[in-house]
């Protein structure tokens, strides 16, 4: 049984930061891309960032463009999103995701999420 399943959420103050984890089981990690996506009140579930099975390559929607940065443990199954100089639009309901060479056109499997609150 695959699982998915994220940490490091909470309430932070505009311009902080929050680091995210996603802890992988049940799947050959290093064989899948993974990334972030976010859903806000209201909104459409959008993506964050992605990351290629090596890790050596990172892609990142324009809004978090330079002050997030994903990356990952194979070793350890573990994904992670370093999020920096947070505002407002930032809140939402991240998740973690992960699938194969279509990702993120095709996610194969999804966390349940984890609630940033960016307060002013």
């Known amino acids: 049984q695959v699982q998915l399943v994220e940490s490091g959420g909470g309430v932070v103050q505009a311009g902080g930061s929050l680091r995210l984890s996603c802890a992988a089981s049940?799947?050959?990690?290093?064989?899948?891309?993974m990334g972030w996506f976010r859903q806000a009140p209201g909104k459409e579930r959008e993506f964050v960032a992605r990351?290629?099975?090596?890790?050596?390559?990172?892609y990142y929607a324009d809004s978090v463009k330079g002050r997030f940065s994903i990356s990952r443990d194979n070793a350890r199954k573990l994904l992670y999103l370093q999020m920096n100089s947070l505002n407002s639009e930032d809140t939402a309901v991240y998740y973690c995701?992960?699938?194969?060479?279509?990702?993120?056109?095709?996610?194969?499997?999804g966390g349940q999420g984890t609630q940033v609150t960016v307060s002013s």
């Open positions: 995701a992960a699938g194969g060479p279509r990702f993120p056109a095709v996610i194969d499997y």
């Open positions: 049940g799947l050959t990690f290093v064989h899948f891309h």
């Open positions: 990351i290629t099975p090596s890790g050596l390559s990172t």
